[in-house]
């Protein structure tokens, strides 16, 4: 059952999420309206890699599923969610709007975090953050390897299924880690995401079964630490 508690708490991540998926395709080369289709619906994003590209730390199957069926199903909840809402104000009949707005933002924000999720790996990924970005890891966290540790725990501690999320924090001009419960909850108004590790056990059980210590480790063997630099270099812009 919604709670008003828990509707309130489910929000902050989904306030932006036009700008932040907008932002996600045009990081990754693609024109900002593809991430519609001519309905004005939301599509699933391609993958730029192909399914076996971040072997062996994240295997093709996984990927597979992950993306063609958990993500597009997310889409497809983001889309008819919005559809019913839409038949909800043209026919004034609001009975439902708390369930609307739970679902819109469950799947809406499952879906944002996925399209970031994809872009920040690459089979080229790795290693240490070089440059502008180590600096503010170094200014936030104290030091690059103290942001991985901190990101680290943060992700082997979320409850259930959820995320770990490096954002941007506008308000303070400062980098923060965040946990995610579900996709929405536990988040901060405005916050940007500039680098998430899913860590539903959809998105590592097949691989890793129970140790998702370990999926967390190898994650970092796959980070696109060019495209958390372009996504915070967008940020800090706004």
């Known amino acids: 059952m919604t709670t008003r508690r828990h ?9 932006g999420a036009a700008a932040a998926v907008e932002s996600s395709f045009a990081q990754t080369g693609q024109a900002a309206d593809t991430s519609k289709n001519e309905k004005g619906e939301y ?8 399914y076996n590209a971040l072997e062996p730390h994240i295997d093709e199957q996984t990927m597979r599923l992950h993306h063609d069926k958990h993500h597009l199903a997310y889409v497809n909840g983001l889309n008819s969610a919005l559809a019913s809402l839409g038949q909800a104000r043209a026919t004034n009949d609001y009975g439902l709007i708390q369930h609307y707005s739970n679902q819109i933002a469950f799947h809406g924000a499952g879906h944002i975090l996925h399209a970031v999720f994809w872009t920040n790996m ?10 502008a970005l180590a600096k503010a890891l170094d200014k ?10 901190h990101f680290a725990a943060a992700a082997n501690k979320v409850e259930g299924g959820g995320w770990a999320i490096l954002a941007y924090q506008p308000l303070g001009k400062q980098l923060v880690i965040l946990q995610a419960e579900k996709h929405q909850n536990l988040t901060q108004w405005g916050a940007i995401p500039l680098l998430v590790l899913d860590v539903w056990e ?19 063997n796959v ?6 630099e372009n996504r915070r270099q967008q940020a800090i812009q706004l």
């Open 7 to 15: 509707f309130i708490k489910s929000v902050p991540l989904v306030v």
């Open 43 to 50: 599509v699933l994003p391609p993958l730029a890699y192909d």
């Open 122 to 131: 690459s089979p080229q990924g790795g290693g240490d953050p070089k440059g």
């Open 140 to 149: 936030d966290f104290g030091s690059v390897a103290g942001f991985k540790a």
């Open 202 to 220: 959809h998105a590592y059980y097949l691989k890793y079964q129970n140790r998702r210590a370990e999926y967390v480790t190898a994650f970092f």
């Open 223 to 228: 980070i696109d630490w060019r495209d958390v």
